[in-house]
Structure formats: structure tokens, C-alpha cells
């Protein structure tokens, strides 16, 4: 099983600078190779606290200089706030001056907010995305290429900067949908997908999804990589467990206010925390989430992953305001004991399912 982070770089008050939340977010991803992660993620979100990381391409060129081996990954690059031709000269900067350790995430995105400040219609995303993938793909593919489409039109063009990794950087989808798990399927790109705050029933229900677009694709659900972002924490401190669920409830409430589109500022920057009917009690979410002893984490996980048959689980390190220390610490407690423990279990599991036909 491949493990890991996902560093969303949140910014839960004015007691958080920005170079406080950049700074800690590259030490993350530092800390997150010495405990033996595969892939450290990083999200793009604009003009708000709720994520204060504006390109994650930038990210995979800042951390490819203190780190040496782990994965660096875009989750996601919002497409139709891009253009892409520009993008995939990015792409491949970012490609080159990691060593080739670039994992290319692409996605719709979701937020109104974001989108007017852009001058982009939220309500294309869909199909904006759709398109600047196909001009992405071909530009990754081809020396020279074209492009006539609705949303663009493009002569003929090279990109001179290109990814070192062959035929492309490794792609994945943000999958919410059927539909976009389809696209996955039917042009072999991995799929980065969630069941939020859910617990086992939510992930039976994201597998069942999984398999029909699969199906609908003439593809089994194995034939792409899948990794499942999840909110994940282990210890036996009561506080410290409050304290994440705290920051994942209140990530959650912006997230849930920024997609509804009733966020709320009173100084046009800091989005207020509003409770909604959809939150979750935190005995609901202990419940539902792999949170609490280490041997719990770890029996969670492996529930989890029996049900999703997922290749990857990639944790919400940075979450709100909690504490850096005491996160840099959690990710190195997955690294001693954690990941090891379940790449036994899971080792262990397979050579029964061999000795046994």
C-alpha cells in the first residue's frame, strides 16, 4: 500500500501567517520522506484562508530542492483557471527540476469565489476541463501540436520545456463523479477520490460507483491506480484527537460554505466558521474516521482498504490551526509504526490468499 500527504496549507486566523503556513507546509513534506510517505500532495485554492497554496506546481519546485525521493503530486491543478499551454510548460519545469518525481493531479475545481475572481464561469467547469485536459494530453504527447475547440483555439505550437518522465508524468483525476471516473477509465489516468467525513458505508458506496464507471468503460476497477484522500490521526491524547477533528469539522464547513456558494467575510478575506445541519459530532466522526490508539488507526485502515481495494491513502496532515509540532510528530509516528504495520498486514493477507489458491 502506498501512503500519502495531503497538505492542504489552511490558514484558520490572523495568529497563522502566511509564511508561517508556506514554511510548514514545505517542512511537511520534508518530514513526510524521512517517515517513508510515498507522495506528498498539494492542493490549489485562491483568494481566501481556506487553502493558502495558489500553485501546487510551484510547491513541487520548492520541495524538490530540500527532498530527494518522495513523489510530488498536484491535487489538484484546477484546469479552467489555467491556461494551458502555459500550464504544460509549467508541467514540465516542475517535471525536470524534481528528477522526474512529478504525479500531475488535475481537477474542475468547485468555487464560485474563486472562479468570478478569475472571470471564469464555475458553471463551465465541467466542460472547460474536459477540454484544457485534451490540450494537456496532447501537449504532453506530441512535439507539435493544435488545438480547435470551444473554449480554445490554438495554431500550431511546441512546448519547449518538457517533462522528463515518459510517455507523461503519471495523471490523476479528481473523481467525484461517475463521470469523471469514466474519462479515468476510458484514457487510463488514475483517480483521486474521497468519501469525506463518511465512514465504511460511504466507502462502499464510492466502490460500488468506482466499479460501474468501470464497467460502463469496459474496464475492470483495477485497471487504474486509485488513491482515497482521507482524515486520518492516531493517539491515545483526548486533546490532541479533539483538536484534528475540530480543524477537519471546521475544514469541512468552509469547504461545504465555498461549494454552496454562501461564504461569508467580514473583511472580504477571513471566511467565518458557521456551523450546519451537516456537521458531524465528533463521537460520529470518531466513528466514521481511522482516529484514535495506534492499533485502532491501523484496524481502520485495513477495514478501509478491504472495502475500496484502493492503491494509495493520502492523509490530511495540515489541517486549521493545529499545532506544527505536534504534526510533524504524527507523521513521523506513521512512518515508525503505522505504514509498517499495515504493509504487514496487508503482506500477510496476500500470502493466505496464495497459500490458499
Not at 83 to 90: H, V, Y
Not at 135 to 160: C, D, R, W
Amino acid at each position: 500500500m502506498e501512503f500519502g500527504t495531503f497538505i492542504l496549507a489552511a490558514q484558520r486566523g490572523y495568529h497563522q501567517t502566511s509564511e508561517q503556513v508556506i514554511r510548514h507546509s514545505i517542512d511537511q513534506a520534508v518530514a513526510s520522506e524521512k517517515a517513508g510517505f510515498g507522495t506528498a500532495w498539494f492542493a490549489e485554492h485562491h483568494f481566501n484562508n481556506y487553502s493558502l497554496v495558489p500553485s501546487p506546481l510551484m510547491m513541487v519546485a520548492a520541495c524538490s530542492g530540500v527532498t530527494k525521493t518522495i513523489r510530488l503530486g498536484t491535487a489538484v491543478c484546477v484546469l479552467p483557471l489555467y491556461q494551458p499551454q502555459r500550464l504544460l510548460s509549467e508541467i514540465g519545469f516542475a517535471d525536470i527540476v524534481s528528477g522526474g518525481r512529478l504525479e500531475l493531479g488535475v481537477g474542475s475545481g468547485y468555487q464560485q469565489f474563486e472562479f468570478e475572481r478569475f472571470g471564469v464561469n464555475v458553471d463551465d467547469a465541467p466542460k472547460v476541463f474536459s477540454e484544457y485536459l485534451d490540450i494537456v494530453m496532447k501537449g504532453l504527447n506530441q512535439k507539435i501540436f493544435e488545438h480547435q475547440g470551444t473554449y480554445l483555439k490554438l495554431p500550431s505550437t511546441a512546448i519547449s520545456v518538457r517533462a522528463v518522465q515518459k510517455p507523461t508524468p503519471p495523471i490523476w483525476i479528481a473523481a467525484g463523479s461517475s463521470r469523471s471516473m469514466g474519462r479515468g477509465y476510458r484514457e487510463g489516468h488514475n483517480l483521486f477520490v474521497t468519501a469525506l467525513h463518511g465512514g465504511l458505508d460511504a466507502i462502499r458506496g464510492l466502490r460500488t460507483t468506482i466499479e460501474g464507471a468501470a464497467a460502463a468503460e469496459g474496464k475492470k476497477a483495477s485497471d487504474v491506480k486509485i488513491a482515497l484522500l482521507r482524515c486520518a490521526y492516531a493517539s491515545d491524547s483526548e486533546r490532541e484527537v479533539e483538536s484534528y477533528l475540530d480543524n477537519a469539522r471546521y475544514q469541512r464547513r468552509l469547504s461545504e460554505a465555498l461549494h454552496q456558494r454562501r461564504q461569508q467575510s467580514q473583511d472580504g478575506y477571513m471566511l467565518q466558521e458557521t456551523p450546519t445541519q451537516q456537521d458531524l459530532s465528533f463521537d460520529t466522526l470518531r466513528a466514521n474516521l481511522p482516529v484514535g490508539s495506534v492499533n485502532r488507526v491501523i484496524d481502520r485502515l485495513l477495514e478501509e482498504i478491504e472495502v475500496l481495494k484502493c492503491d494509495q491513502i493520502a492523509i490530511q496532515t495540515q489541517l486549521g490551526d493545529f499545532d506544527e509540532k505536534t504534526m510533524l510528530k504524527q507523521i513521523d509516528l506513521w512512518g515508525e509504526k503505522i505504514i509498517p504495520a499495515v504493509n504487514r498486514a496487508l503482506g500477510t493477507d496476500a500470502a493466505l490468499k496464495v497459500a490458499n489458491g
